[in-house]
Structure formats: C-alpha cells, structure tokens
C-alpha cells in the first residue's frame, strides 16, 4: 500500500489487538516480496488497489496468503477481478462492521504488553537481502515522547511527512508524534523536490520531516521569491549534512532544526535540538544524563583490518577525542529500554550485531555499524559507516567527509564517494559518482579545488557521470552495487575520467589510460 490515511489506519487497528504487522517496501521486486513474506511468517496480506498489478506474477508463489484489496469500492473490485481474483474486498467486509468502539470486556481480552512485538520494519537490503528488524510498543511509544516533547508539539500543529510510510521514520515515527500530541499529519504520497513547498504551504504545515539527501535535493532546486514564505518552525529528521544545514535553514526561514540518529533496530538514540547557528553540524552532546543512562560508547576500529582494536587483555578501548571509531551501545535485555529485539527469525545476523565481553566479562553491546567521532566540546559527529571507509596510500578515507568537501562546488546535483580496487594496488582508491551537466562542468575547475580542500590520498583518482543517483527508498546512495561495478571502462558504459598527475588535470578513462594507471602506477 501506498502513503495514504488507510496505511496508518490499517497497522493501528491491527496492532491494538495484538496483530503483528510487517510493513512492506513497496519497490520490492517479486524476488524480494517473496522473501520478505516468508520471513515474517505472512498469513494476510492487505493490499493498496493502486499496487494490486505488483501482485499478478507473483501471486502463485504466495498462494498460501489469504489476500485483501483495500480501495474506494469500485476500484477495489475492479482490481481484485483483473489482478488479484482470489482477493477478499476489505472496503465490503469494513462496511459490515460497527463502528462504535467494542466494549470493554472485548478490549481486555486482548493482552497485550509494552515489550511484545507491534511491528516489523525491514532493512534496506542494500549489502543483501531484508532482515524483519521487531520495533515493540514500547519502543513506539518513547521515540514518539522523546520527540513531543523536545520540539512542544500540540493540537495546533500540522506534521508534513513526504517519507514512505514503510519504513521507521515515516510509519512510526510521524504517526507516533501525531498520536501523542493530537497534531494533524499531512500525508503526502510521495517525496517531490517540485510539490514539497507548495504543498507544505496548501496544508498550512508547521512542522516537516525530513530524511537523508532531501533537503539537499530542495536546496539544488531553483531559488524562487517565495522560498521563505511558509509557516515552519521545525524541521526534524536524520542524514542532514553540515554542508547543507545553514543554507537549508536560511534559504528556506526554518528556525530549528531537530536532527537525530538511530536505528530501526538499535537500543539508542541522540537528538541535536538546534535552534542557535553554533548548534548546527552535529548529533548532539555528551552531557551528564548522556553519561548515566545511555551507555553509549566509541571504541577503537582498526578499518584495514574491517576488526576492533584490542587491548592486551582482549578487551575493547575507547576513542581518544576527535579519533573516530564505532559507536556501540551497552545492551540490557532486562530493561526495555535498552533491550535489543533482534531481527525476526534470523538468529545469525541477530548475533552479528551483539558484542560480548567487551570492557569486561558477560557484558553485551550493540554494534551500530557506524563510525563516530567525539570533538573537544564532547559533541557527536558521524564519520561514515563501517564498510565505507578505505584505506589508500595506507591513510583511511572516510566517503562522508570527503562527500562534503567536494559538495562544495559548484554545479554538483549529487555526488557519491566510495572506494574502488585498482589492480596492482594495495588499499582502495577514491572515486566520486556524481550527477552533473557535462557541457557547463568545468573539469580542470574541478580538479583544482579537491586538490586544495583534500589531501592526495583522499582526494577522487576517478571520476564517474550519472544521469541520476540509485537510491533505497530512505534516499540513501546504494554505494554497494557502485563499488562492484569498480573503474573498468570496457564494463561502465558511464563517461568515466581519471585524475592525471602530471597534467593536474581529469582525463577520460579509455582502455589506454586505464591500462597505462594500472602498469606504471600513475596513482
């Protein structure tokens, strides 16, 4: 199903009494619908009649499903007899049923416990396939709270929510906030870079949500007189670069920003409350509750060797100021709000994602997977993702630091930066994917400028064009599927170019200069 009321209506419903929902991603492929219904022990499925086409090819493999079109009355049936026959019209089984609420007597024999499972929320599956991450209801309930309060929501506002309702900031999150603060949800179907603002202004929002590259997409947009013209007073989200915050917020009159991080999954999360410019850039700060209650932590990360460093009695050891590292969290499965749920029915990756013994014996830590950073001032910064760092000339390359540095310039719509394997070489190589117009870009411009905002072995050694940037559905750049594709022109069909040394300039990658790198090690 699609953004749209009847999604949020639909897991509501269920979820009171005690139905475990699993929200699909509605870009599946048939390969990975399957996949993601086998996981989660599928008996239902609840269809949008707008996506009842998806299901036709693959409707044999999940004959085992009882399906239910949910639509406006025609539409449903129409959809249901040309794709889906076997479907059940859940608009006709709805308007057999009371709508007054059921008794009391009704509701209590639906027992139900703030740690049992409401949901599950798939992974991206951008290295592999979906894992089903289990969100509680207590985990709901204290994301929502945490958030009502930090920004005073109430009754009077009105939330924007452009986000895939499939996934954890969209679905849970932004309906969390609109349940415990009575605040009006704008739902729109989809994330347009053209229809955001107008819409925003149609709904009369004051409040938007936003995720990853968004606001970077609506800051590369065309400035227009009325950019400023709304009535915002709160932006929250995750993924928002330093390189964007201030221009974001000033081009577009957004006094505070609420940027946080965490996961699906994970037993923790920070919130950056920023309402002052000296506020902007980072994840917040490590204070005293910070220090009692979270138990969060950044431990030394050898990137080379993708391992932990150790000390000398096998333990882990915690990041000096401004060293990055990976951020892991102390787990307590007694206590809810510290307890890792795991991912349903895969107790292998579970695992991967709980440490043992790490400052001592029987302790348990969750792995973020994330790098981080502590400055002198004791604020967080995120580095890059475990995986994404390299190592070239035997110095690591975090891609988001570089990603900002190269933002910088002039006429980029979007850039990726990853690392590629060179034959003959040890380490990786930079390469930046970027999506540009070939006839204004300035190469040698170009060149010049990573030269002076980056060091030699950070700086890109290939350049790749897109026409556009492959995203999830979360708008994060799928670097994966961009690094196996690596530097070799005879396979990249892309216009690639290499940096040359001696010229100080990018040149194309042909056969000959791709040959000529690899042989007389001109990296």
Not at 458 to 481: I, N, Q, Y
Request: overall charge positive; aromatic content about 10%.
């Amino acid at each position: 199903m699609e953004n749209r009321p009847e999604f949020v209506i639909v897991w509501l419903g269920l979820t009171k009494i005690g139905v475990v929902t699993a929200l699909l991603n509605t870009h599946l492929q048939p390969d990975g619908l399957v996949h993601c219904t086998t996981i989660a022990d599928t008996k239902w499925m609840i269809v949008g009649e707008e996506l009842a086409w998806k299901l036709e090819d693959v409707a044999t493999k999940l004959a085992h499903l009882d399906f239910f079109i949910y639509g406006n009355g025609e539409l449903t049936a129409q959809a249901a007899a040309a794709y889906l026959p076997q479907a059940f019209p859940l608009d006709a089984e709805l308007k057999k049923m009371k709508s007054d609420r059921p008794p009391q007597l009704i509701r209590k024999n639906a027992k139900i416990s703030t740690v049992d499972t409401a949901l599950l929320i798939y992974t991206s599956g951008t290295t592999g396939l979906p894992k089903a991450a289990r969100v509680n209801h207590f985990s709901i309930i204290s994301r929502s709270l945490v958030f009502k309060y930090a920004m005073h929501l109430s009754m009077d506002d009105r939330l924007y929510c452009a986000l895939p309702l499939y996934h954890t900031s969209g679905g849970n999150l932004a309906v969390g906030m609109m349940i415990f603060s009575g605040a009006t949800l704008c739902i729109s179907q989809r994330f347009s870079t053209s229809k955001f603002w107008a819409e925003v202004r149609a709904y009369d929002c004051t409040v938007i949500q936003y995720i990853g590259e968004m606001c970077r997409y609506l800051l590369n947009a065309p400035a227009k007189v009325n950019d400023k013209m709304n009535h915002i007073r709160a932006a929250f989200g995750n993924g928002l670069r330093p390189d964007v915050w201030a221009p974001f917020q000033e081009r577009f009159g957004v006094p505070s920003v609420y940027e946080f991080y965490g996961s699906t999954e994970g037993p923790m999360g920070m919130l950056n409350a920023c309402t002052t410019k000296a506020d902007q850039g980072h994840l917040g700060r490590r204070g005293f509750i910070v220090n009692m209650f979270t138990g969060v932590v950044i431990v030394k990360y050898d990137v080379e060797k993708d391992d932990y460093i150790r000390s000398k009695k096998g333990f882990l050891q915690k990041c000096a100021v401004n060293e990055p590292g990976e951020l892991i969290v102390k787990v307590d499965k007694k206590d809810p709000a510290r307890r890792f749920q795991g991912y349903y029915r895969n107790t292998k990756e579970s695992s991967k994602k709980v440490l043992t013994d790490v400052f001592k014996k029987g302790d348990m830590y969750f792995r973020t997977g994330d790098l981080f950073k502590e400055d002198e001032n004791h604020c967080w910064h995120f580095v890059d993702r475990v995986g994404d760092t390299f190592r070239w000339k035997g110095e690591n390359v975090a891609t988001n630091e570089v990603a900002e540095a190269v933002s910088k310039f002039p006429g980029l719509s979007e850039i990726c930066i990853y690392g590629v394997e060179v034959p003959g070489s040890d380490g990786r190589a930079c390469m930046a994917a970027m999506v540009f117009d070939e006839n204004s870009f300035d190469l040698k411009a170009f060149a010049a400028f990573v030269k002076q905002q980056l060091p030699s072995y950070a700086m890109p050694l290939f350049l790749r064009k897109l026409k556009t940037m492959s995203v999830t559905g979360t708008m994060k750049h799928e670097k994966a599927k961009l690094r196996k594709e690596g530097i070799d022109p005879s396979i990249i069909s892309d216009g690639l170019w290499i940096f040359n040394r001696v010229k100080d300039n990018y040149e194309p990658l042909t056969s000959e200069t791709y040959h000529q790198a690899i042989t007389k090690s001109r990296l």
